[in-house]
């Protein structure tokens, strides 16, 4: 069974993202993993129904920005490969509020590459080629594209938000640690996630959660800003692939070929809405309205994923539309995920103008 007796340590493991890695690794692998996170505001820990009570899930309530009890847990758990995931991931908050940013993705990136390298230099011959740290990054890292082409491995950084400015600064913190000291690192740069378990404050989960109450539907600037989708389940599966056979000292970039204007994704929701949830007296479509755009908006992001497809065999499963339709009816079979989170104080209000 892939991954049978390696101990990997996911952090931000409670998050959107780390919480469907950690859901496949535990269904579909024989990985032991260890959950580290802070449990910051956009953790939720019923994003891992019947991790708790399985022999192969350990989870520690901890900060990568302490170094010492970091280390406390690599001897403890000896561990075979780290995928950090966490992160301060929302780009308004970045606008309004960008030191979280500086000090969870920088410096704490930073704490785990010192600690890993402390680990990786105290195991076997053998158990150090095996090991992996594996960082997960963003396309946000390349800035704007315009009209025409597409995000590749060689693509120049230009970062332009806290959030991807903070994001650029972790990955050359990991290049240089495999440049200057070898520890075996790989990083990823995938587009804009979706599906079940997303923290709504972001765009698609924000407009079910506020198309289902019958509030308005903010879409900011003239929503002609695109984004390149990515269903999170199928992230999950490239992930462990490149755990498990991504060449060290490499980047891959991860989408699923599906750039959609802003305003086609709010559009479509209202559409699932309106044949999944009736009951508003016309189209929730009426709901949109522009609002004041993002400062630094970046106007379009588009992954070219050939890479991954071409050397790991990785292919997207969902397309845009099966994987919005799946998200959508989620969200509405699943509205005690999502209220709890509103019940503690979370206000679906604007954030990020700066
Ligand atoms: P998220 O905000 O949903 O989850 C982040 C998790 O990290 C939370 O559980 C949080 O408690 C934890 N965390 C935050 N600060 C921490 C700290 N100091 N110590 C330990 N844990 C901490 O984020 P996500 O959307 O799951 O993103 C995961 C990673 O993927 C991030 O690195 C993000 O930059 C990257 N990414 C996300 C997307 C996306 O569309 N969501 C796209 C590209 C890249
Ligand atoms: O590209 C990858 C990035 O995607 C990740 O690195 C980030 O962690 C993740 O949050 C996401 O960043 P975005 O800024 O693209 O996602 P967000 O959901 O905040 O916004 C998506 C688009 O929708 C963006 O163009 C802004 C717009 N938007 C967003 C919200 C919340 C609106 O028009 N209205 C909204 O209410």
């Not at 009736?278 to 890479?307: C, M």
């Amino acid at each position: 069974m892939r991954f049978a007796g390696f101990t990997v340590f996911v952090t931000g493991g409670a998050g959107f993202i780390g919480s469907a890695v950690i859901r496949h690794l535990l269904r579909d692998t024989g990985a032991r993993v260890v959950n580290i996170d802070k449990l910051t505001y956009a953790a939720n820990l019923a994003s891992l129904p019947g991790a708790a009570a399985n022999p192969n899930y350990a989870f520690e309530h901890q900060c990568i920005c302490e170094p010492e009890a970091l280390r406390k847990l690599f001897e403890k758990y000896q561990p075979d490969a780290v995928m950090n995931l966490a992160a301060e991931s929302h780009v308004d908050r970045s606008i309004d509020g960008p030191a979280e940013f500086i000090k969870t993705n920088i410096v704490g990136t930073f704490n785990l590459l010192q600690e890993a390298l402390r680990h990786w230099r105290s195991l076997t011959r053998e158990r150090r080629a095996q090991f992996r740290f594996l960082h997960i990054s963003t396309d946000e890292v390349f800035g704007s594209l315009g009209e025409e082409g597409l995000f590749t491995e060689q693509t120049a950084y230009a970062p332009n938000s806290p959030y991807s400015a903070s994001k650029a600064s972790s990955d050359h913190l990991v290049r240089a640690w495999r440049e200057t000291y070898e520890l075996p690192t790989i990083v990823t740069n995938c587009s804009n996630n979706y599906g079940p378990y997303h923290f709504p404050e972001k765009l698609i989960p924000h407009m079910i959660i506020r198309g289902l109450a019958g509030e308005s539907l903010p879409v900011y600037g003239d929503g002609q800003n695109i984004r390149d989708w990515l269903f999170v389940e199928d992230h999950a599966r490239a992930l462990t692939l490149v755990l498990e056979r991504g060449v060290v000292g490499e980047t891959y970039n991860v989408g699923g070929r599906n750039q959609r204007t802003n305003l086609h994704v709010v559009q479509s929701i209202c559409d699932l809405l309106d044949e999944i949830a009736p009951g508003q007296e016309s189209s929730r479509r009426r709901l949109i309205s522009f609002v004041t755009d993002r400062p630094g908006h970046d106007r379009r992001y588009a992954i070219d994923a050939s890479k991954i497809e071409r050397e790991l065999d990785w292919q997207a499963e969902e397309n845009f539309e099966t994987g919005l339709a799946k998200t959508v009816r989620w969200y509405c079979d699943n509205r005690h995920w999502w209220q709890a989170i509103l019940h503690r104080g979370y206000q679906k209000t604007r954030i990020g103008t700066g």
